[in-house]
């Protein structure tokens, strides 16, 4: 009986360490900047493992709709099958229907065959050239059979498909399934994910002060990320935005340069990281950051390392956080 206790105290114990071990590994988060496909944001107090993880989830694991497989009924363009089917799988279509899409093969509606309206979506292309213009097929040319899963509008008439010359044509079914990036690229939802330590910057004030506005001017055009600005009132060189440049040693090298060694001071901080990433239309940038959010809970869910009910309570700071997207969206 005391040997059970202790085992259980043991196990208490284990649990009780990994449980602040995660707790270390959430962050909190602040937007920084945002647009429809881009995001920037911040997330404090974690490490490079959650970032890194973060990242690979929103790449490769938030699902989007993809052209899958296409039939050709007429092409006499002078673009190959092939290529023409190529072009069209990477046409990024509006994703957010993905939620609540079957994957093909675990779709109950049709037993796994991947054909009907819960885990696809038909889309129609025909076109053809009758006069003796040029004719751009574009993506805006097809026609789908859901309106909340169509091409992406980038605002530019659409991505061109195909050029036909006069008289030809091209006719054919295309069919757009769930999938994510992990299985093909095409049903990444992102163009490109990075993320930095930013810098801790300390300006030596008094040593500032010995430069001309000529020599401060110089010393702050050698900052490539523009760290540094002089403030027109005081021509006092002061930082712009100190969180969320990355370490960048061309200022000192300057300094040294100009005989000032120590003039600005700086060091990466070691539990912040600065995180951009763009999409490709499918979804929103803030989509797909809350998104992956959500399937990183659910694959620590999935570990059964905690009691669900605390791992809702970890993950609600950090949902919380980033609130103001899910609001706004
Ligand atoms: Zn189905």
Redesign the pocket.
């Known amino acids: 009986m005391k040997r059970e206790e202790t085992e259980i105290r043991r196990e208490k114990e284990r649990n009780k360490e990994m449980e602040r071990d995660f707790d270390f590994l959430l962050p909190h988060g602040r937007i920084l900047e945002r647009q429809n496909r881009f995001l920037k944001f911040e997330l404090r107090g974690t490490n490079e493992t959650f970032v890194r993880v973060l990242k690979r989830i929103m790449i490769s694991e938030v699902p989007t709709i993809a052209i899958d497989l296409v039939f050709i009924d007429t092409n006499s363009s002078v673009l190959e099958d092939r290529f023409l089917t190529r072009r069209l799988t990477l046409v990024p279509l509006t994703s957010h229907r993905a939620t609540s899409m ?1 994957y ?1 093969s675990e ?1 109950p ?2 037993n796994g ?4 309206h ?3 979506v038909v889309f129609r292309l025909s076109a053809k050239c009758v006069t003796n213009q040029t004719l751009d097929v574009t993506s805006n040319d097809l026609v789908s059979s859901d309106p909340a899963v169509v091409p992406f509008d980038f605002g530019s008439g659409g991505t061109v498909i195909v050029k036909l010359g006069q008289g030809e044509e091209v006719k054919l079914k295309a069919i757009a399934r769930k999938g994510i990036g992990e299985v093909k690229g095409k049903w990444s939802p992102v163009t490109s994910a990075s993320y930095f330590r930013p810098a801790e910057v300390r300006i030596n004030e008094e040593l500032m002060e010995t430069l001309t506005l000529e020599q401060k001017k110089d010393w702050v055009a050698s900052c490539p990320a523009n760290m540094f600005q002089i403030d027109p009132r005081t021509q006092k060189v002061v930082v712009s935005d100190p969180e969320v440049y990355p370490y960048d040693e061309k200022v000192i090298w300057k300094a040294e340069a100009m005989g000032k060694p120590g003039l600005v001071e700086m060091c990466e901080k070691k539990d912040s990281f600065i995180f951009t990433v763009e999409t490709t239309g499918a979804l929103k940038a803030s989509q797909v950051l809350m998104k992956a959010i959500q399937i990183l809970k659910q694959n620590v869910i999935s570990m059964h390392l905690m009691d669900d009910k605390y791992i809702d309570g970890l993950f609600a700071g950090l949902v919380s956080d980033m609130q103001e997207l899910v609001i706004i969206d």
């Not at 065959?113 to 009907?116: H, S």
Request: aromatic share 16%; glycine share 8%.
């Open positions: 079957y093909p779709c509606n049709c065959k991947g054909y009907c819960r885990c696809s």
